[in-house]
DNA sequence: CGGTGGTTTGACAATCGTTCTCACCAACTC
DNA sequence: GAGTTGGTGAGAACGATTGTCAAACCACCG
């Protein structure tokens, strides 16, 4: 590691692709695939690569817009998210999610961790059923 | 959902390929990939294709023998369990793993979705964080 | 304006974990 | 020992994601 780096951060412009993407995620309000996103892009005429999609997502991702997690077959799912730190209650049929918040967990994740000796914690948490609609 | 439905289990046959697989999951406790798992009983002599490997492990852990879980990138990790419900802490960097339970956490995820009328409840609870050695 | 250097993009190839296919093998039944 | 059924292996196929790289774009400067 060099002395010399002194976080080159690049600026992120808003580019016409970036505006789309951001666009196409106001437009629901469960989890999507980045291809599902690229559809929903394309079939309201804009045209935006899928690689740029995928560059784009990540960027929100990393910069704490979107959610990211993985349905069951380890696929990226998207959506955009509220700025403070949540979990979700997603319905295994519908897709229909519920931002929750729960700083005993928060804690309590910590504490565990703290205790085995552990530093630098993140977690996942994520919370499956039924939603009242579809029983 | 015909009434004549037995649930028509095929019985498990202990074969040489599956007591090889079984023997290498004993022979760690952290969790590894498919293909790791692959490599650990060729090295060890044993010969049994990759496809099968993974056969067996999805056998186990629809049994509940091993667990499954995600790593960061999307990829099937998997190792034995116990047979209670629990969840992991999991170092980023080595992979050491502990099992945690925290009846509080499953409280409160059952209470969170009640409150918003889902039903048929699971969740996923993961912890990952630097262990105590890899610092 | 016209150049200039860094950023962004898109088409496509490449990767890589995972699953599928299918011919063959092994165990069990009669 | 022939039939039946599940199990296996090699390799092809698949599908999500990422890498490549030349061209397009943008902000800025003189």
């Known amino acids: 590691m060099t002395s010399t780096d002194p976080a080159p951060r690049p600026p992120v412009r ?15 309000d469960d989890f999507r695939s980045a291809q599902e996103i690229h559809d929903l892009i394309s079939r309201q005429g804009e045209s935006v690569g899928l690689a740029t999609v995928y560059r784009t997502l990540a960027t929100l991702a990393e910069a704490g817009e979107v959610d990211m997690l993985r349905n069951e077959d380890g696929e990226a799912i998207w959506r955009s ?4 730190h949540h979990h979700h209650l997603v319905c295994r049929t519908c897709g229909a999610t519920v931002e929750v918040e729960g ?33």
């Open 14 to 28: 808003p580019t016409r692709q970036r505006r789309a993407v951001a666009a196409a995620l106001a437009g629901f």
């Open 103 to 135: 700083p005993a967990v928060e804690r309590w994740t910590n504490a565990i961790a703290t205790e085995h000796g552990y530093a630098d914690i993140s977690h996942t948490l994520e919370i499956f059923g039924t939603c009242p609609a579809c029983r």
């Open 81 to 84: 998210c509220s700025d403070t």
